[in-house]
């Protein structure tokens, strides 16, 4: 919804950023983007526009470039690689102005880029426009990203683990700016993280992935303080806590995402879940609805798993 922030989480390899490129259909020519439906409804002058993204053939052509810019826009992880080298700055963000807007004057497209500049808090824009990627540091290019994601007021934008790259001080400026200007535009965000103190402090609410599928779903309140996947809860585990002493060891979930190319029959996480039942390595389990927000794909809830054997706190009954 406008306004408001969906968190995808989830440890590296479970699909987030590949998920978030199949909506964008920057998956490449040869991928097939497979799915029940990829709507989006867009807010033109207060009318509603309904595109099928899978029913956009051409993931290069008019239809979906006209979608990119003025209605999705994207944030990419690494700024080194997200600007082209030999392009100055200035004129990369620009182009998306320029391209959707026909008719408008360099110059016009020019004033645009140093306000979005000076909204980012980019020094000297009217000099540093002219400069080349090189010319700036990380935590500048990623403002530039930004920028060029920014400049045409996209009604939704993808911020795939925008602050990975950068380090820890300038990780939370960038964050603050990407929701200074969201509140400002009345965008949609979907931020892709596997950072939970940023999931809390930003988010709306929270989609848990792994191994390609949402297994639980909820708001903020909900996933962190009533999560009930096994996955979610580990994720959460593995976070350090202020109040711990320095002699406990931090929780570390073993193993690593299954292999997708041959994905295990059942559920997904069952080689690593220390609940697991016969059940989970023979079906994939079904959904649970907790709330009208919060649900969860895990056999410990569903009545028809026998749970008799496992801890009472981990098993919650559907509402
Ligand atoms: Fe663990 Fe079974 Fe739940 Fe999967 S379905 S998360 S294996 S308890």
Redesign the pocket.
């Known amino acids: 919804k406008r306004g408001k922030t969906l968190a995808v989480v989830g440890e590296s390899g479970c699909g987030k950023s590949v998920t978030m490129n199949s909506i964008m259909r920057f998956t490449g020519k040869n991928a097939i983007v497979k799915a029940d439906s990829i709507q989006y409804n867009a807010l033109h002058d207060g009318k509603v526009t309904e595109y099928h993204l899978e029913s956009i053939t051409k993931p290069n052509g008019p239809e979906m470039r006209a979608l990119r810019g003025p209605d999705l826009s994207m944030v990419f992880q690494d700024p080194m690689s997200s600007l082209n080298p030999v392009y100055k700055v200035g004129d990369q963000v620009a182009e998306g102005l320029l391209q959707h807007n026909k008719g408008m004057k360099k110059a016009e497209a020019r004033e645009k880029v140093l306000e979005m500049f000076r909204k980012l808090g980019i020094p000297d824009p009217e000099e540093r426009i002219d400069c080349y990627p090189h010319q700036f540091s990380g935590g500048m290019k990623q403002r530039v990203v930004i920028a060029i994601a920014m400049i045409c007021n996209p009604e939704l934008i993808i911020c795939d683990e925008p602050t990975t790259a950068l380090d820890v001080t300038i990780q939370a400026q960038i964050m603050e700016l990407i929701g200074e200007l969201q509140k400002e535009l009345d965008m949609a965000m979907i931020l892709v993280t596997h950072d939970l103190g940023v999931v809390a402090s930003v988010a709306d609410k929270i989609q848990v992935m792994y191994a390609g599928k949402i297994?639980e779903r909820g708001d903020v309140r909900e996933i962190f303080y009533q999560s009930t996947?096994?996955?979610t809860r580990a994720l959460l585990d593995s976070v350090p806590k202020i109040h711990s002493t320095n002699k406990e060891t931090l929780y570390s979930l073993k193993g690593t995402p299954p292999d997708l190319i041959n994905p295990p029959v059942?559920?997904?996480?069952?080689p690593r879940?220390?609940?697991?039942?016969n059940?989970?390595?023979k079906k994939y389990?079904e959904l649970t609805k907790f709330s009208d927000t919060q649900e969860c794909?895990?056999?410990?809830h569903d009545p028809r798993a026998d749970v008799s054997n496992l801890p009472e706190n981990m098993i919650r009954r559907r509402q």
């Open positions: 297994v996947h096994p996955y059942g559920c997904s996480f069952a879940c220390e609940y697991g039942m059940i989970c390595r389990p794909n895990c056999w410990l």
